[in-house]
C-alpha cells in the first residue's frame, strides 16, 4: 500500500513566524510532489508543485524535496491568518499514471 | 488557466431520487478527470477515474453501479448518483490536468459539489 504520512496537526504559529510542513511518502519511483491548501468547507487548491531534489520557491512558500530520504516539506514565510487551512501533500503514484496520494493533510493555524 | 468548474455547487434531494453533477474543464482538455469525495475533518477519497470515451475506472469499494460516470467530451465528466440515500451526503469534487506545462500528474480541482440526502 503505498503511502504519504503527514502529521494531522494542528501547527499553531503566531503571525509573522515560518510554518514548516512535513511530509514522507512510501513509493520510491515518485517523480511529482504537490502541496494543496483546503479551506473548510473548500476544495483543494494547488500551491505548488516540485519534482527535483532541492528547493523551489513561489513568493512566501518553498517547497524542498529529498527523494533518497522520500521526504517533502512546504516552509510558508511571515505566515499570516489567512493561511490558516490544512495543507495536502500529494505523490504521483508511480504504477498508475494520473492518480496522486494525498496525505491526510495538517491543518495549520496562524495566530494574530 | 487550469480553471475547472462544477454544477451545482449544493443540491439536496429526497432519499431515492438521482442527481448528476458536471465537471468541467474551462481552458484546457482533459482526457482524464477525477472524481473524489470528502466527509466532514476527512482526507480525499478516490472514487474513480473518468475516460474520456471509454469506461471509468472505478476504485476499490465504490459501486459502479451506484455512481455512474460519463466522460462525454474532452472537458465534460458527469458523475451521476442514483437512488441517493442520506450515506451519500458528502462533497464530491472533480479535478483535472492540463497536459503541460505543468508535470503531466498535476490535478485541478473544481469547487465541489455538496450533496445532502434527506
Known amino acids: 500500500q503505498k503511502e504519504v504520512e503527514q502529521n494531522s496537526g494542528p501547527l499553531s504559529v503566531p503571525e509573522g513566524a515560518i510554518a514548516s510542513l512535513n511530509c514522507t511518502y512510501s513509493d520510491r519511483g515518485s517523480q511529482s510532489f504537490f502541496w494543496y491548501r483546503q479551506y473548510s468547507g473548500k476544495s483543494p487548491e494547488l500551491i505548488m508543485f516540485?519534482?527535483?531534489?532541492g528547493d523551489k520557491e513561489d513568493g512566501r512558500f518553498t517547497a524542498q524535496l529529498n527523494k533518497a530520504s522520500q521526504y517533502v516539506s512546504l516552509l510558508i514565510r511571515d505566515s499570516q491568518p489567512s493561511d490558516s487551512a490544512t495543507y495536502l501533500c500529494?505523490?504521483?503514484?508511480?504504477?498508475?499514471?494520473?492518480?496522486?496520494?494525498f496525505g491526510q493533510g495538517t491543518t495549520l493555524q496562524v495566530k494574530p | 488557466g487550469a480553471v475547472v468548474s462544477q454544477h451545482p455547487s449544493w443540491v439536496i434531494c429526497k432519499s431515492g431520487t438521482s442527481v448528476k453533477i458536471e465537471c468541467r474543464s474551462l481552458d484546457f482538455q482533459a482526457t482524464t478527470m477525477f472524481w473524489y469525495r470528502q466527509f466532514p475533518k476527512q482526507s480525499l477519497m478516490l472514487m474513480a477515474t473518468?475516460?474520456?470515451?471509454?469506461?471509468?475506472?472505478?476504485e476499490q469499494g465504490v459501486e459502479k453501479d451506484k455512481f455512474l460516470i460519463n466522460h462525454a467530451s474532452l472537458t465534460l465528466s458527469t458523475l451521476t448518483v442514483t437512488s441517493a440515500h442520506p450515506e451519500d451526503s458528502s462533497f464530491y469534487i472533480c479535478?483535472?490536468?492540463?497536459?503541460?506545462?505543468?508535470?503531466?500528474?498535476?490535478?485541478?480541482f473544481g469547487p465541489g459539489t455538496r450533496l445532502t440526502v434527506l
Open positions: 473518468s475516460n474520456e470515451g471509454s469506461k471509468a475506472t472505478y
Open positions: 516540485i519534482y527535483s531534489n
Open positions: 479535478s483535472a490536468g492540463p497536459r503541460a506545462p505543468v508535470p503531466p500528474d498535476t490535478q485541478y
Open positions: 500529494a505523490v504521483n503514484n508511480s504504477s498508475n499514471t494520473g492518480k496522486l496520494i
